[in-house]
């Protein structure tokens, strides 16, 4: 050992240990790709023209096609699962510090219609009543019994209601 410290590959092609710029050139694509699909639905319109990696390697992915089609089709409501032990407050106004600051708002700002699943903290309690049931002690439940099925029943509903009102737009479950 020469007593210099290792450093981890800070690029692509230091990953795949320098061997190949085609396979670089390759995979740069693909995470430029990849990196286009996940962000750009998320960016307002105007901020969508490119989506790129930086770094030593450079690669971008110009989304002019994916913007005329999205220009066509509409995009597809959110609908927003409180997680367990949240409640859709969480989601609209967290910490009773203004909507301002909340995930709804967020993404309303981004141009995404989004709904909160209607649910108070207290509701959780509901997860209790899975104890008084044999297949819990076995560990055989399944999402329909009485600890979740409350939680099941209402997504449902929640997503079935904004898939209504979407008009065929299609729903992203959150």
Known sequence: KTGQSQDLPSTVGEMLGGRSRLATALVAALLAETAAAFVSPLLPFRSRSAVSLCGRHHASVTMSSL??????????VFVVLPGFGNAAVDYVNPFGQGEELSLKNSLTKRGIEVEVMPLDRIE????L???FSLSFWLGKTTPYEP?????VERA??????????????????V
Request: hydrophobic content about 40%; glycine content about 12%.
């Open 67 to 76: 913007r005329a089609s999205e220009q066509s089709a509409a995009r597809p």
């Open 147 to 151: 600890a979740y099925g409350w939680y």
């Open 124 to 127: 959780w309690l509901n997860v």
């Open 156 to 173: 449902r509903e929640a997503v079935a209601k904004a898939s209504r009102e979407a008009g065929g737009r299609g729903v992203v479950i």
């Open 129 to 131: 009543r899975g104890i």
